[in-house]
């Protein structure tokens, strides 16, 4: 079974490497068949990395490069043939860190270097070229550039020995000789992001909150300020405790049977108080990017001023009537933007009953539904 694979790789190795100058003549396309013909060519480019035939090598490179384009593995390759035989790559180098290739592999040793080396591989192939990590191609190049560092018979310049360390998976050697900084893996990043998700955190928050179907409501569009403590993000459940605030100078007067008087006594709202909590479960993780489900419940008053009531200095009299609950229900959404903080936004449907205080005269409508922004830090 072994043999016939083998015989089937270099036959469609060998067709494609008769077709190169009709391909070479098309523009490489991300829709050419890269993962089948870099497996076709992998057997053969272990073979002409035991034996060093670097020109034998040359074309089954190109039949790859015609139909995906150039990439990290082979522009490797290439320079490693070059110092192998004593030619010259400085220009090969220097093009290749110019890329970002150097980069690149780093990336590429560390992730070969994870215990799921071959699920991070899985999910996303094209990535790494359609060449496995910890393939026979990457470990040949890095004992062939380990050999050359420790070889008397070679005299590498600065930069060919510095490339040299890179392809043996030196990479503190490669970056101290290139006085580089090493690159933020996509795993690293991740686990950074985890890693500040972890902890509780403030937010701040401000957005506009409004009637639902209510005619010539008391309370209409109002803005709405806000500051939370909140649990950690890492985890599926997220509270909040919250002190929100409305303020109503612009809102309608209103008739409440206050202490002070057996007649009604006409109220002008000045802003409107919420303390409460939230529970909510992160439906979407997507790293950097949030989305969680809410449900929350508050206690709400309302801090007016009596337009017929006055102290005795002729001062109004103020008064924290009427009193509710406020339950409410949303979705919450937040993008992380560097270390703790995270920006967000959110929608929520409110249900606060005035009604249930008896001695509210004028109607207050009950629904209303909010829309803010936060930041959290």
């Known amino acids: 079974m072994h043999r016939l694979y083998t015989l089937y790789s270099v ?109 991070i591989y899985n999910t996303d192939k094209a990535t790494y070229h359609f060449v496995p990590l910890r393939h026979a191609v990457d470990s040949l190049v890095q004992v062939k550039a380990a050999a050359m560092i420790g070889s008397d018979m070679y005299s590498l310049k600065h930069m060919e020995e510095a490339i040299a360390y890179l392809f043996s998976d030196h990479i503190n050697t490669y970056l101290i000789r290139m006085q580089k900084e090493k690159p933020v893996t996509k795993m690293e990043r991740l686990q950074e992001v985890e890693m500040y998700k972890s902890g509780w955190g403030f937010a701040a928050s401000v957005g506009l909150y409004r009637p639902l179907n209510a005619v010539n409501p008391v309370f209409n569009n109002l803005p709405i300020y806000g500051f939370s403590f909140i649990s950690p993000l890492a985890n599926d459940w997220v509270f909040d405790a919250s002190f929100k605030y ?79 609950f406020n339950l409410s229900t949303g979705i919450s959404a937040m993008q992380h933007v560097g270390r703790t903080s995270f920006i967000g936004a959110q929608v929520q449907y409110h249900y606060s009953p005035y009604s249930i205080d008896s001695r509210l005269i004028t109607p207050i409508a009950s629904d209303y539904v909010s829309f803010e922004v936060f930041f959290k830090f």
């Open 11 to 119: 036959f469609c190795l060998s067709l494609l490497t008769l077709t190169v100058p009709t391909v070479a003549q098309q523009r490489p396309t991300q829709d050419s068949n890269c993962e089948g013909i870099t497996q076709a060519a992998l057997p053969k480019i272990v073979e002409l990395l035991n034996s060093n035939d670097f020109v034998g090598m040359e074309q089954v490179l190109q039949t790859i490069e015609s139909n995906c384009g150039p990439n990290e593995i082979t522009q490797r390759i290439r320079i490693i043939g070059q110092l192998i035989n004593k030619q010259p790559a400085t220009a090969a180098i220097q093009d290749y860190i110019q890329q970002g290739k150097d980069n690149e592999l780093m990336i590429r040793w560390d992730n070969a270097a994870q215990n799921n080396f071959q699920t």
């Open 246 to 324: 409305r303020p109503a100078r612009n809102s309608r007067t209103f008739e409440y049977q206050t202490d002070n008087s057996d007649l009604p006594d006409e109220l002008e709202p000045l802003t409107t108080y919420m303390f409460g909590g939230s529970a909510g479960y992160k439906f979407l993780d997507a790293g950097k990017f949030l989305m969680i489900g809410k449900a929350g419940l508050a206690y709400e008053m309302s801090y007016n001023r009596s337009l017929n009531l006055r102290y005795g200095d002729g001062y109004p009299v103020y008064v924290t009537r009427p009193q509710t």
